[in-house]
């Protein structure tokens, strides 16, 4: 399963240990924002060790689940496309 993973960190320290978990799992698209291919059952172990490095008063991660699009793999994208369709969200 595809997940697209941003983070929203306010300070500098939290913010680069979370990169350092989150680029061993998946790949960087943006600064905050990360691709990965994971089971439900190793986001979850994802997302418990990310709950350790952030401030939930402050921080969040969230994580969602990109649908699976037989008609659109494979297909080459440049410039302006459409957006990829999400359909399940897991905020932490």
């Not at 595809?2 to 990169?19: F, G, N």
């Not at 600064?31 to 952030?54: C, G, H, M, W, Y």
């Not at 990109?66 to 440049?78: E, I, K, L, Y």
């Amino acid at each position: 399963m595809h997940w697209v993973i941003a983070y929203d960190i306010r300070e500098h320290r939290r913010r680069r240990r979370v990169a350092k978990v989150l680029e061993r799992a998946g790949l960087r698209v943006q600064k905050s924002v990360f691709v990965a291919d994971l089971t439900p059952q190793r986001l979850s172990l994802l997302l418990a060790e990310l709950s350790l490095l952030i401030d939930p008063s402050t921080d969040q991660v969230a994580a969602w689940l990109m649908r699976h699009d037989p008609s659109a793999q494979n297909t080459p994208f440049v410039g302006l496309c459409t957006g990829p369709q999400f359909q399940d969200v897991v905020i932490w």
